[in-house]
């Protein structure tokens, strides 16, 4: 009679169904096809009889798999990081794969504590919202394990990429608002130089426009009255049609209702777009046209390319992938 003092182990289901410990292995490990229905059965009728849970750590150490999926993000306060790791995980689950969403929080250190977390742990795969260099994650991931980029395009990385079109939707934007007949820009967005992103939607601004100002806010502490008066400020000092243009949703969101509440963004002398990820920007002011992305959709992409990686290595057809944002 089983010990209520010791769990069920992998000896005591092969007993209790008559079979050996490689065929429960096998059952455990979904290899239906090298056995009976019969047998099966009696696996499964022996596992739920004695509450067996399989060891997953010695599975781990036997398969050298462990079916999970690391995805680490620059920021997980972001919606865009919420839908990112959603469409992931809908791909990844219906592949038998787990995803686990970490936070860099901005922070290069960290990114490369938890990128080190990844390369000595039993994750098969990693998906990567990179602030680091190529040469600097490749020195600290050594594990053969596949990498997906996702939403920051790197020059020179071996790795697939799946990114959306920053510069094209951004230079589109810019251009109708020119002709629209605005000529002053100010832009609003986190640093600059710590996101290619960033940098990427802040020249396809540049092409189009030319009396731009930059109005950086710090994604960690920041202070809410200060820079709603900074960008009053920005809007006083020009006569020109001014266009407020947020690189983030979540600026759009701090700060736009405020300021077509005091009167300021009224939709013809001084507007405002930028990039969103939900419809809660388009209801700040129904008339505003804006930069669609789809983060879901960016991580599913993100998702299928790994599953490919992980069951066919190295043949990936494209190295970077594009998921266009809309401007509408």
């Known amino acids: 009679m089983q010990s209520e003092k010791r769990s069920a182990n992998i000896k005591d289901v092969a007993a209790l169904a008559k079979v050996s410990t490689a065929t429960v292995s096998r059952f455990l490990n979904g290899n239906l096809d090298r056995m009976s229905a019969a047998t099966a059965e009696r696996v499964r009728v022996a596992i739920d009889k004695l509450k067996y849970v399989p060891n997953s750590a010695a599975r781990q150490m036997t398969t050298k798999t462990s079916n999970l999926i690391a995805l680490i993000v620059s920021n997980s306060d972001d919606y865009f990081s919420a839908e ?12 038998g794969y787990i995803a686990t969403m ?17 390369n000595n742990h039993t994750f098969d795969g990693l998906v990567l919202q990179p602030i680091e260099t ?16 996702v939403d920051r395009e790197m020059t020179q990385a ?22 629209k007949g605005y000529t002053h820009f100010i832009v609003l967005t986190s640093d600059l130089m710590s996101a290619v992103t960033r940098r990427e939607r802040y020249r396809g601004i540049l092409t189009a426009a030319h009396n731009v100002d930059v109005l950086e806010v710090s994604e960690k502490s920041y202070n809410h009255k200060k820079i709603n008066e900074e960008l009053i400020s920005l809007i006083k000092k020009s006569n020109e049609r001014t266009v407020i243009f947020a690189l983030k949703e979540r600026w759009l969101l701090e700060f736009i209702p405020n300021l077509a509440v005091q009167g300021y963004v009224d939709n013809q002398q001084v507007t405002a ?4 990820d939900t419809i809660m920007a388009r209801q700040i002011e129904p008339r505003m046209k804006l930069i669609s992305q789809n983060p879901f959709l ?14 066919q290595p190295g043949t990936s057809n494209e190295d970077v992938i594009t998921v266009p944002a809309k401007f509408e």
């Open 84 to 95: 990112l790791f959603k469409g992931m995980s809908s791909i990844l689950e219906s592949n």
């Open 102 to 118: 970490l936070d860099s929080d901005s922070d290069p250190e960290r990114e490369e504590k938890l990128i080190s977390a990844v």
């Open 134 to 149: 190529t040469r600097k994650i490749e020195s600290i991931m050594q594990r053969e394990a596949p990498i997906v980029v």
């Open 158 to 179: 071996p790795w697939p990429q799946v990114v959306i079109n920053n510069f094209d939707a951004a230079r589109e934007a810019a251009t109708y608002f020119v002709d």
């Open 273 to 276: 777009t930028g990039f969103a």
């Open 298 to 311: 960016l991580g599913a992409s993100a998702a299928e390319v790994m599953v490919h990686e992980l069951k």
